[in-house]
């Protein structure tokens, strides 16, 4: 079955489900930057439910800072509506994945360390001072963290995924895409909505808007969202379930757009999350470095592993995310003759609190002697780290007008962000009393353990960015169908870190020198950082100053920053080979600054600079419209090298598992990609996509100090990059004629096997692959038919296939932990709206 699907995904080659419709940019019309539709011409609540008035040739986008038709713009682009996303598994770009097939997400157990790719290229680092490589936009706005936009998505009008380094026109963390979302406008026209929703295992949504004009010029609008679920994992040890979530949050937005042709929009948000997720289940059964089942009593504390069917959990900890967010931005496009003057300026605030089970046991434990293979010591290990982030950004920006023989956008860019964690971990390390039976499991605490010891360490760290930019991207009508385009950006990149930790507890060596325990490295400070190179300089061993450098801590920060200048670039050519077909080729300069390994175990040889990243893309690709603007058929293909390429690589750090923040080489991605919408009547929309990407190590290059053996082999497959992913959604308006209407949905997504576990060692990459899968969600729905009310009836995973999001290794005894989705479990929801 699941075969099936995908093979007939990619033969229909038809990532757009649920496509945006938006009214057509007359020639010469001058809008928002920022914004696909007019104040006056934006539809409410009801109009954006009936997504058949105008042709799919006609959605609009802003991929180029400017409002566009999808099928002018020289960028492959896909575009996913608000109504699709509110009726995912969850309104976010998480659930957006399952809609593009060119986007991936690595899901773990905190905002913090999620990731997004585009083409198999993205950013994970546990360190806070790295940054995404796909950027997330929301209304103007860039989140310079990718944690930042991992939260709901309500109240959106499109979400457009821009494929490719989009460095020229958004900036440094762009190097693999952009994310580019707007949120819907307040309008003229005085309405809201009201809907609620269920789903089995106890999830509820709650979604109000207003819409209220205070006067002609003054416009409003208000969003409010709750939601709660109590999660698919059921964890022994509390008996109850964990992976669920309770969000809220309200998002104000006022706007001033007198007749003179000022527009003025106010944005204010807030949200809180309280999340028990993501705790990791133990999907496989204990294993050697080979692959090998192996025998130890710690299996007894554990529940049955059953691969991604593993819906049990065993810890006295639960792994939880506590956050809160706000921001406030204000746009103002100012007319300046026939051209626009555009400035952003926002605040935002990011909090956020990981809480982790590290141990993944309902205790610490001990085996007694003799030794048995996995170990005799599970100590406890359970992290606290609240995370405090704040963003200043500036952006101005001059458009001319799109109806001239060179039409262009210039503008500078200016943002600050700060962030700092303080991150405990806390630990319980006992030993087995005399006398006890070899090879028995004792719980620390209890009468057959020896008295326990309790390690613990805090550090304090953190990192700030600043970024200063200066951009233009401008286009050459040489004739009416033949185009050039030419870009240029500008990049200043000033990159501050600071890190101490203070250790207790340890045990010490002969020499009374603190070493490493279970999870914590000794102290480290500027002190220590510079024994330590005291030590290499008077020819001691990287090992031996390691040891010794502990006793030269003296309580000052370590500090080291770096700048960076660069100037990348985009140049295309476009032709229309006529009215419904145009094509294009281009070329891309991208560019992510430097970065630093700033994390909780950091040690003197972790200390160094990561290298900015660069990559040169080169994409082809053809836009046509067929059957009178019907039909949406958009083809391109794709290459990109990436140099220098800052990825993480599984590490053992005080013989806990961790990922090191490197730069790992060069990389390079390419494949073929389709989008399709196709309205063959009026009421009947069916619209797709399927991407081949062929992700790969080109040459690696190991991390500082590290063995040879860590080379990850060339043609190694990134991480979170499918071979092949494909997409399909049919909606269809069923008109009776009577008081009631029927709605009609379906949409599968489908995808080959992909590399979760990206490391040196063949045995884990194979034990750390994601086999494929294929899901498919249906709904029907009733409601009259100007849809002012309806109610919606859907299930997810209709055959109920059980996949995980994402596998790592560092498990109990050398088994494997798994994530596992929402969406890995066939569930039924209602949904009720009354829209006014």
């Not at 157990?109 to 997004?116: D, E, P, V």
């Not at 949406?632 to 923040?661: E, I, M, S, W």
Request: with cysteine.
């Amino acid at each position: 079955m699941k075969k099936q699907l995908l093979v007939g995904s990619v033969l229909s080659t038809v990532g757009l489900a649920s496509p945006v419709w938006a009214q057509v940019v007359e020639p010469g019309t001058q809008t928002s930057g920022n914004q696909a539709q007019s104040a006056d011409l934006a539809p409410t609540s009801e109009e954006q439910s009936t997504p058949n008035r105008v042709a799919p040739a006609e959605i609009v986008v802003t991929a180029q800072k400017r409002s566009e038709r999808l099928q002018d713009v020289p960028i492959a682009v896909s575009v996913v509506s608000g109504t699709a996303l509110e009726t995912a598994a969850r309104p976010s770009i998480e659930s957006a994945t399952q809609l593009v097939p060119a986007l991936n997400f690595l899901k773990s157990g905190t905002t913090l360390n999620q990731t997004i790719f585009l083409r198999g290229v993205g950013t994970a680092t546990f360190s806070i001072a790295g940054e995404p490589s796909v950027s997330t936009v929301v209304d103007g706005v860039v989140f310079a963290r990718s944690g930042e936009a991992f939260s709901d998505l309500i109240d959106v009008d499109q979400l457009e995924v821009l494929r490719g380094p989009q460095g020229t026109l958004f900036g440094k963390n762009a190097s693999a895409g952009v994310i580019n979302i707007t949120t819907k406008q307040p309008t003229s026209r005085p309405g809201g909505s009201i809907e609620a929703s269920y789903f089995t295992k106890n999830e509820v949504r709650v979604r109000g808007v207003a819409n209220v004009p205070l006067s002609k010029d003054l416009l409003s609008r208000v969003t409010a969202f709750y939601g709660k679920y109590d999660g698919n994992i059921r964890n022994v040890t509390t008996d109850q379930r964990v992976n669920g979530y309770k969000h809220y949050g309200v998002r104000g937005q006022l706007l001033y757009r007198p007749d003179n042709g000022l527009r003025v929009l106010v944005i204010g948000d807030y949200h809180k999350n309280n999340d028990d997720c993501c705790a990791e289940v133990i999907g496989t059964g204990l294993l050697n470095g080979a692959g090998v089942s192996i025998t130890n009593p710690i299996a007894a504390a554990l529940p049955t592993p059953r691969g991604d069917k593993t819906r049990r959990i065993a810890q006295d900890l639960v792994t939880r995310t506590k956050e809160k967010g706000w921001g406030l931005s204000g746009e103002v496009d100012v007319p300046l003759g026939e051209h626009t003057l555009t400035s952003i300026t926002a605040y935002r605030k990011w909090d956020n609190t990981e809480i982790r089970d590290g141990d993944f046991l309902p205790r610490a434990y001990v085996i007694s002697p003799p030794a048995v293979a996995g170990g005799n010591s599970f100590n406890q290990l359970h992290d606290f780290g609240p995370q405090t982030s704040s963003t200043v950004s500036q952006e101005v920006r001059l458009t001319s007008p799109s109806q001239q023989f060179f039409t262009y956008v210039l503008g500078g860019y200016y943002s600050r962000a700060k962030s700092e964690r303080t991150f405990t971990r806390n630990d319980v390390v006992c030993t087995a009393a005399a006398g006890v039976p070899a090879s028995t499991l004792i719980p620390c605490g209890s009468a057959q353990a020896g008295p326990s010891t309790f390690p613990t360490a805090t550090a304090d760290f953190g990192s700030t960015f600043n970024n200063l930019a200066l951009f233009g991207q401008g286009v050459f009508h040489l004739t009416d169908a033949f185009r050039v385009v030419a870009g240029l950006r500008y990049t200043r990149d000033k990159l501050s870190v600071f890190h101490q930790r203070v250790a207790t507890g340890l045990a010490v060596n002969a020499a009374g020198q603190p070493v490493a325990g279970p999870g914590i490295q000794p102290n480290f400070d500027q002190g220590v950082f510079d024994r330590y190179n005291q030590l290499i300089a008077a020819g001691s061993t990287v090992a031996a100053a390691l040891a010794a450098a502990p006793l030269g801590s003296n309580g000052v920060p370590f500090r080291t920053n770096t700048s960076s200048d660069n100037v990348s670039g985009k140049a295309a050519l476009q032709y229309d080979f006529t009215p419904d077909a145009m094509g294009y080729v281009s070329y891309t300069r991208g560019y992510k600054g430097p970065a630093y390994n700033i994390f909780f175990n950091l040690t003197a040889t972790g200390t160094n600079e990561i290298d900015p990243e660069t990559s040169n893309s080169y994409e082809v690709g053809l836009k046509n419209t067929l059957l009178g603007g019907r039909l949406v058929l958009n083809l391109d293909a794709f290459y990109a090298k990436y140099q220098n390429f800052q990825a993480n690589n599984p590490d053992v750090v005080a013989g806990v598992v961790v990922t090191r923040f490197t730069n790992a080489g060069a990389v390079s991605t390419r494949g073929v990609e389709a989008d399709v919408i196709w309205r063959p009547i009026d009421d009947l929309t069916v619209s797709g996509g399927v991407a081949y990407t062929d992700a790969t190590v080109d040459k690696f290059r190991v991390p500082p100090g590290a063995a040879a053996t860590a080379v990850i082999p060339a043609l190694t497959p990134l991480g979170f990059a499918p071979k092949w992913k494909g997409s399909l959604s049919a909606n269809y308006h069923v008109r009776t004629g009577g008081p009631l209407d029927v709605y009609l949905g379906a949409s599968g997504n489908a995808q080959t096997k992909q590399l979760s576990l990206f490391a040196p060692d063949p045995v884990q990459r194979q034990l750390g692959t994601i086999g494929g899968y294929s899901i498919v969600n249906a709904s029907v729905g009733v409601g009259d038919s100007e849809d002012r009310y309806r109610l919606t009836f859907q299930v997810r995973n209709l055959f109920d296939t059980s996949y995980a999001a994402a596998i790592q290794n560092g498990g109990p005894a050398g088994s494997y932990r798994y994530q596992i989705p929402r969406d890995a479990d066939r569930y039924f929801g209602v949904t009720g709206r009354v829209n006014f």
